[in-house]
């Protein structure tokens, strides 16, 4: 086998590891990128609400990972002056982003429309569950001139890039359909005196259609399904306290990934008007299991959302990107009709 051909079966390998082992990329700040998280998320907004997320991977070595994401949420009402049960869905449509390898020479980017449909089941409070269908393509796209060939090196002089490598043609980028389906539970109490203001649960699953993924011509490679599985209950410690417990557990093919955690939320006692109204500070802390610690502050207004995230790696990986963690920010805003910011999660 010529060395060409040997690193072509390498760069596959390594690009199976990246989608197969370690998932398709997750945000940190996973309810903030909802219609990525799960579709069906998407029937919790009462108001238009468009949001962005960007994360940055081992940002001091030569090759970080960066993912960025952004999405618009649009309710659908079967009647405004009913709540909740005249929110009956709603539509969104996502675009992502995801970079890595030396100089950032493989790219994958997608996008999506999503429908979700409100099923309520009480007319006294938000008891609902939420059904979901997501529509979407992914490109992955491999940039061959920045990929260095065995054959390409000439022993006088090294490297010599106007060698062209006999197998760089079986490399092809690929564009290809995705399938997502997701499914959300949501109890609201109705009333503030009690200490359990919500509980929630959802499930999605990504990659139905099994799509082919691969990027050298005439092989097959098929995506795994992407399972999720998310929940969290909200306790009221206050008038203007809570504090809620989150998780997150994803399985694709053999691997999972399970994040837990809290938030702490705090109502500021600021006389803020306009869209600063009703400032609510939020500060988290996180553990994905083997993997790392996550600290989190997010503030919330009746417009506007931000949150900031930092991951620190705790396993034997932290030697070999030199401590380096990982940063997240999040950013929306929710086109709201008066009234107070709703902690969700």
């Known amino acids: 086998m010529k060395k060409g051909s040997i690193l072509i079966v390498l760069l596959l390998g390594v690009l199976g ?16 990128s909802p219609i990525y998280l799960n579709p069906a998320l998407i029937g919790e907004e009462e108001n ?14 030569e090759f970080p990972y960066t993912t960025s994401q952004i999405s618009l949420i649009v309710p659908y009402f079967k009647d405004k002056h009913i709540k909740p049960e005249g929110n009956i869905g709603g539509i969104g449509v996502s675009f992502y982003g995801d970079e890595a390898g030396q100089g950032s020479n493989l790219k994958t980017y997608g996008g999506n429309a999503s429908f979700a449909y409100n099923l309520h089941l009480s007319s006294k409070s938000v008891n609902r569950i939420t059904f979901a269908m997501q529509l979407g393509f992914i490109h992955k796209n491999i940039d061959r001139n920045k990929l260095e060939w065995g054959e390409q090196y000439n022993p006088f002089i090294g490297f010599d890039n106007t060698i062209v490598p006999a197998e760089l043609s ?11 389906a997701g499914v959300f539970w949501r109890y609201f109490a109705n009333s503030d005196q009690k200490t359990v203001q919500s509980i ?3 499930y999605s699953a990504g990659h139905l259609n099994h799509p082919d993924e691969s990027v050298l011509e005439g092989s ?3 995506l795994p399904v992407l399972h999720k599985l998310h929940g969290g209950i909200i306790f009221r410690l ?16 053999r691997v999972n990934q399970t994040n837990v955690g809290s938030f702490l939320s705090y109502k500021l006692p600021f006389d803020t008007k306009g869209q600063m109204s009703n400032l609510v500070a939020r500060v988290g802390a996180w553990y994905r299991v083997q993997d790392s610690f996550i600290a989190s502050i997010e503030f919330l207004t009746n417009n506007l959302q931000f949150g900031f995230s930092y991951d620190w790696n705790v396993t034997s990986l932290r030697y070999n990107n030199r401590g380096a963690g990982s940063f997240e920010i999040s950013m929306g805003y929710r086109f709201y009709k008066p009234a107070p910011p709703k902690v969700r999660y």
């Not at 238009?48 to 070595?61: E, I, K, P």
């Not at 079986?170 to 997502?180: H, M, V």
């Open 17 to 32: 590891i990246k989608n197969s082992l370690a998932q398709d990329p997750v945000f940190s700040q996973f309810y903030n």
């Open 48 to 61: 238009m609400f468009v949001n962005f997320a960007h994360r940055s991977q081992w940002g001091n070595l």
């Open 170 to 180: 079986l490399i092809q980028n690929r564009t290809f359909f995705d399938i997502t």
């Open 200 to 202: 929630y649960s959802g």
């Open 220 to 222: 097959v490679n098929r």
């Open 238 to 253: 206050g008038e203007k306290t809570s504090i809620s417990t989150n998780y997150l557990s994803l399985v694709q093919d």
